[in-house]
């Protein structure tokens, strides 16, 4: 199995691109990241932006390190995005996912992913809002993946999430988003996330990574990492006691769907009040506790 790490760890924590590289390499000794948008947003004036995301880049690439791939973050997850409930916001979004493409360039990165969004509560429930918002997106969709194409991404990766008020949240919408999006300027490919995708209180009896991992397997351009317990997106690290997932039974069911190939990002979101000394020995811990895995 390929072992990554998503950098949402570092957040509020280590933000300085020297420092944090050097960390991935020399503490968690790992080949490929995943950029948070966290770290830099996309909405900063594009000359600083791109300073800094030239920062990191370099940082990472001096360590042999490569960043497969920025992503977004708590930050965007927690608007609602292509699916907000006036055109004006929805306008906006897109706004931001282009300038999130222009961030991911300026670290010479060619993939970009996120999840799409959130309705609002009365929208998920109405049917003919919720089709029309689901429309919608696909049409902003297929034009972010065309401003993709002319910056020179290769494809771009939604996240699959544990919400009803959300696209996609099951193994059945994420099929079908992926069909609808045929045929756009570059791939759209999902990204599943081991908790997200375990999340029961949604997922019932779907609530299963072999059926994700079948399901799916034609779509899948990366996977996420973490320890749940299946009750809520716990974002836990492997060290956490109340998890019911083992490092072994994640590398034996990516083998077994034959996704080795594919990098599975270790994504740890921690309460910002944790001590920096105590998130940094669970996530050396988790790490090691992988690689041992994958090696076996």
Request: proline letters at 5%; charged letters at 30%.
């Amino acid at each position: 199995m390929k072992l990554g790490l998503n950098l949402s760890f570092a957040v509020k924590r280590w933000m300085k691109p020297e420092v944090l590289a050097a960390m991935c390499r020399e503490i968690f000794d790992v080949n490929y990241v995943q950029f948070t948008w966290d770290l830099i947003d996309p909405w900063w004036p594009g000359d600083v932006r791109d300073e800094f995301a030239g920062q990191y880049a370099r940082a990472f690439e001096k360590r042999g390190i490569e960043i497969g791939a920025t992503f977004g973050g708590l930050a965007s997850y927690s608007y609602p995005q292509l699916l907000a409930p006036d055109p004006k916001m929805r306008d906006v979004s897109e706004t931001f996912f282009k300038r999130a493409i222009d961030l991911t360039r300026a670290m010479g990165v060619k993939a970009v992913g996120t999840p799409i969004g959130g309705m609002d509560y009365a929208d998920a429930r109405d049917p003919e809002t919720r089709a029309a918002l689901y429309r919608e997106a696909l049409e902003r969709i297929r034009r972010l993946a065309e401003y993709g194409r002319q910056k020179g991404l290769d494809h771009m990766e939604i996240e699959v999430t544990p919400l009803i008020t959300e696209f996609p949240h099951s193994p059945e919408t994420s099929i079908r988003l992926m069909k609808d999006l045929e045929g756009s300027a570059i791939p759209v490919k999902l990204l599943i996330d081991w908790g997200h995708a375990l999340f029961k209180p949604l997922l019932k009896e779907e609530a299963d990574i072999s059926l994700w991992f079948k399901t799916c397997k034609d779509y899948i351009a990366a996977i996420h990492l973490q320890q749940t317990d299946g009750q809520w997106d716990r974002h836990w690290d492997f060290t956490n006691p109340d998890g019911t997932l083992t490092p072994e039974y994640i590398v034996e069911k990516t083998k077994e769907a034959g996704l080795e190939n594919i990098v599975s990002y270790l994504e740890v979101v921690t309460i910002f009040e944790d001590d920096d000394d105590h998130v940094l020995d669970g996530m050396k811990k988790s790490m090691e506790l992988l690689r041992r895995a994958c090696a076996s």
